[in-house]
């Protein structure tokens, strides 16, 4: 038995599973989970002391690859300074300003969009968007929600129904302990449908608080919204008096400086308007690999949460300076040549493990938002949930494993993104590439 075996033979005595979150139990794809004791630029290591090429970065923040020197230094500063206080401090007011000078674009009219009047922090995605559904209802009155199936907003009660990342990886329809009453409150449409959202608000439109979506689904595999669906949703809730809450935690400060809201609101459209949805919620990078989240929007609607309004929301650990520290480093450091390495490192892998399956009859669509990408072993592209479940998932594990096996950690499971870093450089990427063949030999044979 080796290192990794002991461990999580022991973690299983004390830990549920022997995980703090399901996916890391490695129930999908089989096998040991590593237990990851360091890691540094594109690389992690094991308590084996084995290294690999790091196609995870933390599920998304290590957007900058692992232990940025600038990164490191902001938190080291900061936690010399005291851990966590309680009170107010300057830094996050300055990650507030930042986050809304970041989250503009100049639309194809020449007006310039700021969705983020106000922003406030909270420790995770789950709470920033538990956060954003109460303000929905407590701002319309309302109680009713909308959500797609196969998407993932964290694990607050309500947004459990058809929820993708660990959820879809179990195959389970929600989870236990949800009572009847919140799950009814929930009403889950199929993606990419646009008809189904309209006939949702004809019929209960006078009860729905708001609709939220991933601004590209990235939690069943990755799967961009078809041109226009986003735009076309802000209008809807607009019409029927709802709000619309992009949910940029996972793509927000990724797949470009302002977001996928970003790269969707700078393009041209036919009639040339711009779209803002009302309230965006942001994790993962804005902490840059610190508990650390953040819900904004209209300054109306953002003013409705206590101590200004009605809407409760609070946080211990809010806004914690160590974390805020992280954050502004990281959004700091992600410049324009941040954003090139990612969107260049994502075409050279995507290309390469395309050609991999190809060369060996593996039937698969490269599933692409913008450095975002995944695999769907399908011979047509998925629009929804249900084409994502349809595909032969039984191929990933063998591959997952053979990769594994040369050095690179890729998601364990099917039904996540793969996530690059702008510290993958040639060598890391070289990596990635030389154990192709063998892995999709071995999706194959499966
Ligand atoms: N929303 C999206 C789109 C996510 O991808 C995630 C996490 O993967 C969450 C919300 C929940 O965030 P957290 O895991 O920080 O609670």
Do not use: C
Not at 95 to 115: F, I, S, T, Y
Not at 438 to 445: C, S
């Amino acid at each position: 038995m080796g290192a990794n075996d002991l461990l999580f033979t022991r973690a299983k005595q004390s830990i549920p599973g022997g995980v703090n979150s399901p996916v890391r139990a490695y129930g999908s794809v089989g096998g040991t989970p590593r237990f990851l004791v360091s890691a540094r630029g594109p690389f992690v290591t094991d308590a084996e002391g084995r290294e690999y090429v790091d196609l995870v970065s933390s599920w998304g923040p290590a957007i900058l690859g692992h232990a940025h020197p600038a990164v490191v230094a902001a938190v080291q500063e900061a936690a010399a300074r005291g851990l966590s206080f309680g009170a107010s401090t300057p830094a996050e007011t300055e990650l507030a300003e930042l986050v809304r000078e970041r989250v503009h674009v100049v639309d194809p009219r020449g007006e310039d969009q700021r969705p983020i009047e106000k922003l406030r922090l909270v420790s995770t995605g789950t709470e920033a968007t538990m956060t954003a559904i109460r303000l929905a209802r407590g701002a319309t009155g309302r109680e009713l929600l909308v959500k797609f199936a196969g998407h993932y907003h964290g694990h607050s009660d309500a947004l459990l129904a058809e929820a993708g990342s660990g959820v879809a990886t179990l195959a389970m329809p929600g989870s236990a302990g949800v009572t009847a009453a919140t799950a009814a409150q929930t009403l889950v449409l199929p993606y990419n449908d646009l008809d189904a959202v309209r006939a949702v608000f004809a019929e209960r439109g006078a009860n729905i608080a708001g609709v939220i979506v991933e601004a590209a689904a990235a939690n069943m595999g990755v799967l961009a919204p078809e041109r226009g669906f986003n735009r076309a949703l802000a209008g809807i809730a607009r019409e029927n008096g709802a709000l619309l809450i992009l949910d940029e935690v996972l793509t927000g400060f990724r797949v470009g400086p302002a977001g996928w809201w970003g790269l969707e609101a700078a393009r041209v459209v036919p009639d040339g308007a711009g779209w803002k949805p009302d309230l965006v919620t942001f994790g993962k990078v804005i902490g840059g690999g610190m508990p650390l989240a953040a819900l904004g929007g209209r300054a109306d609607i953002m003013d409705l949460l206590a101590p200004l309004g009605p809407v409760y929301q609070a946080g211990t650990l809010s806004g914690n300076p160590v974390a805020v520290a992280a954050g502004i480093a990281t959004l700091r450091a992600a410049d324009a040549a941040v954003y090139r390495r990612l969107d260049t490192v994502a075409d050279l892998i995507a290309d390469a493990v395309s050609a991999a399956l190809s060369a060996e009859g593996v039937e698969h669509t490269v599933q692409r938002a913008g450095s975002l990408f995944s695999f769907a072993f399908a011979p047509t592209a998925p629009r929804n949930y249900a084409d994502v479940r349809a595909q032969q998932a039984f191929r990933y594990p063998p591959f997952f494993h053979a990769m594994l096996d040369a050095g690179v950690l890729l998601p364990p499971s099917v039904f996540e993104a793969w996530f690059v870093s702008a510290a993958h450089d040639d060598a890391a990427v070289a990596r990635i590439l030389e154990a192709l063949p063998a892995a999709a030999r071995a999706a194959a044979a499966a």
